[in-house]
């Protein structure tokens, strides 16, 4: 049995989230697999500091694609957008907080907007994490056609 929640996320993914840099670009394979259906990039792998609990989603499809890295401080997260991972400020967020994060949020920046509206469940024996077995995510640009996607995730604090 394994002794931590973190193990747990580790186990399951959340660990490729606390390594290497966010300045890292999508690969061109990727950027070049964009459709209508999968409108958002894979996102590479992304920094969780400590102190910092990161929320993980993935676009819920097969096989899943890790799209959005949401921290609670600073208050932001991470999608590629236009070739490149770009960072949207949290501006408002609705329902009870959970390891810093609440299932109801928006962002925005540079000329996008996102709105994720997610289930947050703990689980027995997980420290220091939930589960997002479901939820949507709205993106689009300012003024234009926006999209929704299923996803799922996880959050994991370092």
Known sequence: MLRSGFAILAALGLAACATTTDSARPSKQAMAE???????AELPVQNLTTGQCGMVLWQRMEPARRIIFIVNTPAEARLVHKGKVVRLTRTDMSGGMQFGHAPQQRFDGRDVSLEIDVK??????????????????????????SVVLPVIGLIGCE
């Open 34 to 40: 964009l459709t209508p259906d999968k409108p958002l």
């Open 120 to 145: 947050i469940a703990q689980r027995e024996g997980l420290v220091d994490g939930a589960v997002i077995p479901e939820g949507s995510v709205t993106y689009g640009p300012h003024g234009g056609a």
